[in-house]
């Protein structure tokens, strides 16, 4: 049983007090982590502050980026060690606005989703590209081959400890509806192109979340889907209501 995971990125919004402020207006109406993993991505400088105030909460305080090196001379980078030893329980990598923005490619993000796995710190491993067809033993495949790129060199134990999620470029930061089944689709497409690499157990064991204009509106029809095991919320995710509507999916009518 793959548990539900609840992701809020927050980009590049509120300071330390604003950050911390929320933790603390939520952190008694979270649901049972046993049932729903919830966490929040803050900016880099609230990560230590978060992670004091959410206590035995359960939330999850998660890193937006990170250095494939572990230190050196990388002026403004953050490092996985620094990470690690905050506590950062996951490390969002290639994420889409990394890779429009600040030109990180396949080669990149598959670094640091080795380093993070080195240092014990969890990637939820950011896809963005549209499927593309793949012959593989005599038959037509869709498959997302930017993931297999960044997959290139982990190992099926490794496997096993990654997050990853489906957020297509037509969804993320729109504001649009977002569409259900293309949704599933692509998350789906995504478990089997991880069964077809890796093995069927694999694939039914890791979580795949979608994101892409997710909100309290739609998250129930999303997370009802096989293949959608949780939600990275941008926007929506910056207001507690909506947040804690969104946690707590399960309860809503
Ligand atoms: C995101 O940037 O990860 C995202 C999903 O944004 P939004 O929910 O605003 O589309």
Known sequence: MRKPFIVANWKMHKNVAESVDFVNQIKDKLPDPDKVEVGISPQAFALHSMK???????????????????????????????????????????????????????????????????????????????????????????????????????????????VISYEPSWAVGVGQH?????????????????????TYEIADKIRILYGGSVNPDNIKALMAKPDIDGVLVGRASLDVDNFLKMANYLDED
């Not at 033993?137 to 099926?156: A, K, T």
């Not at 977002?178 to 890796?198: K, M, S």
């Open 178 to 198: 977002a569409n259900v089944a293309l949704a599933e689709e692509g998350c789906r497409t995504i478990r089997r192109t991880i069964a077809d690499n890796y």
């Open 52 to 162: 004091q105030a959410a206590g035995d909460s359960g939330l999850r305080i998660i890193a937006q980026n990170a250095a494939a090196e572990f230190s050196g001379p990388f002026t403004g980078e953050l490092s996985l060690r620094g990470l690690r030893d905050l506590g950062t329980d996951y490390v969002m990598l290639g994420h889409i606005e990394r890779r429009r923005m600040f030109g990180e490619n396949n080669a990149a993000v598959n670094k640091k989703v080795e380093s993070a796995l080195q240092m014990g710190v969890t990637p939820i491993i950011c896809t963005d590209e549209t499927m593309v067809q793949k012959v593989v033993n005599g038959e037509i495949h869709y498959v997302f081959q930017q993931l297999m790129d960044v997959l290139h060199g982990i190992s099926l134990d490794q496997i096993k400890k990654v």
